[in-house]
T-cell receptor, first 111, second 115 residues
Framework: RKEVEQDPGPFNVPEGATVAFNCTYSNSASQSFFWYRQDCRKEPKLLMSVYSSGNEDGRFTAQLNRASQYISLLIRDSKLSDSATYLCVVGGTSGNTPLVFGKGTRLSVIA | EAGVAQSPRYKIIEKRQSVAFWCNPISGHATLYWYQQILGQGPKLLIQFQNNGVVDDSQLPKDRFSAERLKGVDSTLKIQPAKLEDSAVYLC?????????????FGAGSRLTVL
């Protein structure tokens, strides 16, 4: 089992749609969770951290289920500018534990 | 705050040649990472430095890859000799120490093509 697995893409959705991405991780000792966004031919950038209680940032909602070792990202009211690859990232308790990236899920929002 | 600087942005070499990439992290960031990102995949950690010490280099192909961060600031990643499968983007990232230590800031990357 890979350390971090994500839904295969691409996801092609119309503007205004709601889309959800899932991610599972294998290391039950993992303590930090993130979603990064990567635009085509650009570097990854932090989209949001994922907390145990779940968190929301505008149209984006992230949730964590530790029991199932599962992370999700929900995007509501998709915009054309949301088109990118979304990377699920899992790490340990401190900066000394490497962050592991999933392969990413590509989203294309269509007008 | 200035970002993570990397150079060169692009490099094309033939197999068996050598190449070096340079990274200057954000000022005050103690931890520096080199990731390799092959097309269609997520970034894979090659090496992690804490100041000038190596924290993790378990996935660094040490027969051909080397990296150093001599003064705990900028870093160099070298490949010698290069193979076709080394074609990738080499991303440098840095983080603060302590709170927020897991929030990576990446440089723009160095894109390597091996012919």
């Amino acid at each position: 089992r890979k350390e971090v697995e994500q839904d295969p893409g691409p996801f092609n959705v119309p503007e205004g749609a709601t889309v959800a991405f899932n991610c599972t991780y294998s290391n039950s000792a993992s303590q930090s969770f993130f979603w990064y966004r990567q635009d085509c031919r650009k570097e990854p950038k932090l989209l949001m951290s994922v907390y145990s209680s779940g968190n929301e940032d505008g149209r984006f909602t992230a949730q964590l289920n530790r029991a199932s070792q599962y992370i999700s990202l929900l995007i509501r009211d998709s915009k054309l500018s949301d088109s990118a690859t979304y990377l699920c990232v899992v790490g340990g308790t401190s900066g000394n534990t490497p962050l592991v990236f999933g392969k990413g899920t590509r989203l294309s929002v269509i007008a | 705050e200035a970002g993570v600087a990397q150079s060169p942005r692009y490099k094309i070499i033939e197999k068996r040649q050598s190449v070096a990439f340079w990274c200057n992290p954000i000022s005050g960031h103690a931890t520096l990472y080199w990731y390799q990102q092959i097309l269609g995949q997520g970034p894979k950690l090659l090496i992690q430095f804490q100041n000038n010490g190596v924290v993790d280099d378990s996935q660094l192909p040490k027969d051909r890859f080397s990296a150093e961060r001599l003064k705990g600031v900028d870093s160099t990643l070298k490949i010698q000799p290069a193979k076709l499968e080394d074609s990738a983007v080499y991303l440098c990232a840095s983080t603060r120490y302590g709170s927020g230590a897991n929030v990576l800031t990446f440089g723009a990357g160095s894109r390597l093509t091996v012919l």
